[in-house]
């Protein structure tokens, strides 16, 4: 068997990399010699944040990647965020660390099974949200993301049916603020799935003038008691125009990176997850990519991103159709 298809078993390169190696400083020679850009999600490691071209949200991050013209994408998060890549940048190679990143949420909703679940639930809008893999997008009428999903879910006439998917918690509290009769996958994030109410509360008596802020995947009780709710990005943005210097923070713990570099005079303290003793919330999927393996991703070019061009045609059309729905939020 050839190495190649050893690393294609293993879902990335696996090579031992001689001791001593400067691996920021190969990754940074990489990158010039090959045009390529390194895009890192909010929940990607300190480190791997710091020496990215771009920060941001799953959506910012291929669109982003779209403007650009480098050769090459290394989009360090999970696997459908490189999909997402892949589909609005089909001419540029797009590559992420690790295969093996997947997503709970996406891996919630395969598409054969939602195609069935649209198939008994004739005459409905689909709208999905962009944590999905190319496939489901594929049978989409409209993406969203957490931004914008309140904006497109009230700009869809009263008069049609909607079908949402894949997150239950997200679509129940958009059904909440839309007053809309939604059809809702049974789908979750493990990460926001997890949150633990009790602990929230307990945290608020050690931190009593902390805010609480939380993102829309988590579950209702959680949200109930949050003074924000809001996409990964739009708490970032939260803390540091409102007028407190304490949160409380019930998303991936990745961000409070971000939110410490944004704000450094203020604390934020990670929501605790009910399964476990340790104070942060860690997606397990998003901790896979480690400096060695962008360095070997980038070295190699492996393990590259392709979306079928059958399917990229279609699933860019719901994506498209986001844009026009939300305003073109990320265009301005």
């Given at each position: 068997?050839?190495?190649?298809?050893?690393?294609?078993?293993?879902?990335?390169?696996?090579?031992?990399?001689?001791?001593?190696?400067d691996l920021i400083g190969a990754i940074k020679k990489l990158k010039k010699e090959k045009n390529a850009l390194?895009?890192?999600?909010?929940?990607?490691?300190?480190?791997?944040?710091?020496?990215?071209?771009?920060?941001?949200?799953s959506l910012a991050l291929a669109w982003e990647a779209s403007k650009t013209n480098a050769d090459i994408i290394?989009?360090?998060?999970?696997?459908?965020?490189?999909?997402?890549?892949?589909?609005?940048?089909?001419?540029?190679?797009?590559?992420?660390?690790?295969?093996?990143?997947?997503?709970?949420?996406?891996?919630?909703?395969?598409?054969?099974?939602?195609?069935?679940?649209?198939?008994?639930?004739?005459?409905?809008?689909?709208?999905?949200?962009?944590?999905?893999?190319?496939?489901?997008?594929?049978?989409?009428?409209?993406?969203?993301?957490?931004?914008?999903?309140?904006?497109?879910?009230?700009?869809?006439?009263?008069?049609?049916?909607?079908?949402?998917?894949?997150?239950?918690?997200?679509?129940?509290?958009?059904?909440?603020?839309?007053?809309?009769?939604?059809?809702?996958?049974?789908?979750?994030?493990?990460?926001?799935?997890?949150?633990?109410?009790?602990?929230?509360?307990?945290?608020?008596?050690?931190?009593?003038?902390?805010?609480?802020?939380?993102?829309?995947?988590?579950?209702?009780?959680?949200?109930?008691?949050?003074?924000?709710?809001?996409?990964?990005?739009?708490?970032?943005?939260?803390?540091?125009?409102?007028?407190?210097?304490?949160?409380?923070?019930?998303?991936?713990?990745?961000?409070?990176?971000?939110?410490?570099?944004?704000?450094?005079?203020?604390?934020?303290?990670?929501?605790?997850?009910?399964?476990?003793?340790?104070?942060?919330?860690?997606?397990?999927?998003?901790?896979?990519?480690?400096?060695?393996?962008?360095?070997?991703?980038?070295?190699?070019?492996?393990?590259?991103?392709?979306?079928?061009?059958?399917?990229?045609?279609?699933?860019?059309?719901?994506?498209?159709?986001?844009?026009?729905?939300?305003?073109?939020?990320?265009?301005?």
């Amino acid at each position: 068997m050839n190495i190649h298809s050893e690393w294609l078993k293993k879902g990335f390169v696996d090579e031992t990399i001689p001791a001593g190696v400067d691996l920021i400083g190969a990754i940074k020679k990489l990158k010039k010699e090959k045009n390529a850009l390194l895009m890192a999600h909010y929940y990607q490691k300190n480190e791997i944040q710091d020496i990215a071209d771009f920060v941001g949200d799953s959506l910012a991050l291929a669109w982003e990647a779209s403007k650009t013209n480098a050769d090459i994408i290394l989009l360090s998060g999970v696997l459908f965020m490189g999909e997402t890549a892949k589909i609005l940048s089909p001419d540029k190679k797009v590559l992420i660390p690790d295969f093996n990143a997947g997503c709970s949420l996406a891996d919630s909703c395969p598409a054969d099974a939602f195609e069935k679940f649209i198939k008994q639930h004739p005459g409905h809008t689909v709208v999905t949200y962009v944590n999905t893999t190319a496939d489901v997008k594929a049978l989409s009428d409209i993406v969203v993301t957490s931004t914008n999903a309140v904006k497109i879910i009230n700009s869809i006439p009263k008069n049609e049916k909607i079908i949402f998917g894949p997150d239950r918690n997200l679509g129940n509290y958009l059904q909440s603020i839309s007053g809309r009769d939604m059809v809702i996958w049974d789908g979750a994030c493990h990460v926001h799935e997890k949150f633990s109410v009790e602990k929230i509360v307990d945290l608020k008596k050690a931190y009593p003038e902390a805010e609480i802020i939380a993102h829309p995947e988590c579950k209702k009780p959680v949200l109930t008691i949050a003074d924000f709710i809001g996409s990964t990005a739009s708490l970032l943005k939260y803390t540091q125009t409102a007028n407190c210097n304490q949160f409380i923070v019930a998303t991936e713990s990745g961000i409070l990176h971000q939110m410490q570099l944004a704000s450094k005079g203020k604390t934020f303290i990670p929501a605790p997850p009910s399964d476990s003793t340790c104070g942060c919330n860690d997606c397990e999927f998003m901790r896979l990519n480690t400096l060695e393996k962008i360095y070997l991703t980038l070295k190699h070019e492996y393990p590259e991103v392709i979306v079928d061009e059958n399917i990229r045609v279609k699933a860019i059309k719901p994506i498209e159709r986001m844009f026009e729905l939300s305003g073109d939020l990320l265009k301005k």
